[in-house]
């Protein structure tokens, strides 16, 4: 039996598959305390109505307790797979370089389109 050690094995810090049609929160918030970075995919794979379009944005959360926008999707408008990386490295295509603090979030900020909704797998994993 071969089993992974801590860094071998990504934690899902989000881990859901909802059907997207509103703005809101994904999920719940969640803890990014002895993490560095974050890898988030979302995986459109169906979408329905009128011209539909959604923004993500991950969030940190401040001293304060508001929540920070770390990053911002392009609109999203068809099926197909956004990913990035958030964390303290160099900007890069892909990547974002932004400091976690001890908590997070994904949300939609906008959705726009008669009927739109938008059938997702969306994940947050922490490193």
């Known amino acids: 039996m071969v089993s ?3 860094a071998q094995n990504p934690d899902p810090l989000l881990q859901q598959s909802p059907s ?9 918030p969640f803890a990014t305390d002895g993490y560095s970075a974050l890898v988030v995919d ?3 794979t169906a979408v329905a109505g009128t011209t539909p379009s959604m923004t ?4 940190r ?5 508001n929540y920070v926008a770390m990053w911002t ?21 892909g990547i974002v370089t932004a400091l976690l603090t001890d908590q997070a979030r994904l949300r ?10 938008f ?3 969306v994940s947050v994993i922490g490193r």
């Open 61 to 65: 959360r401040d001293a304060f307790g």
């Open 4 to 6: 992974l050690t801590a």
């Open 119 to 121: 059938t997702t797998q």
């Open 108 to 117: 939609v900020s906008a959705i726009s389109g008669a009927g739109a909704t």
């Open 42 to 44: 979302v995986n459109v």
């Open 73 to 93: 999707s392009a609109a999203i408008t068809t099926t197909g797979l956004t990913s990035v990386i958030v964390g303290p490295f160099p900007a890069a295509t």
């Open 20 to 28: 997207i049609t509103a703005t809101g929160v994904i999920g719940a």
């Open 56 to 59: 993500l944005v991950l969030e």
